[in-house]
């Protein structure tokens, strides 16, 4: 799967498209559940909670922790190399009462 981030200070954005294989664990699972929902070439901004983020934890310095991480996503290409159906994936857990970072 590829995809291109667009939130000017991320580091991620300025990397451009990347690839990776979906449920693998090679991303935050907020964008694993994103991607599973995209059709190609769709773009999309969305919110990924901290329990699909990164935690507690953060991603210091740039994500502080319990933060809300806004993602921009464009799915430019997809494979079918080790399929996984939307099915596999557990659901995701409630978002529960954490308020969003500043």
Do not use: W
Not at 74 to 95: A, C, H, K, R, W
């Amino acid at each position: 799967v590829e995809f291109a981030a667009s939130d000017k200070p991320s580091k991620l954005a300025e990397a451009g498209p990347m690839e990776f294989f979906v449920g693998k664990g090679e991303v935050i699972k907020g964008i694993d559940y994103a991607i599973m929902r995209m059709r190609k070439g769709q773009t999309v901004r969305f919110t990924v909670t901290p329990q699909l983020a990164y935690g507690a934890v953060g991603l210091p310095p740039e994500v502080p922790p319990h933060a809300h991480v806004i993602y921009d996503l464009t799915l430019d290409d997809f494979g079918n190399e080790g399929v996984i159906e939307m099915d596999d994936l557990p659901p995701p857990p409630p978002s529960g009462d954490v308020p969003p970072s500043p």
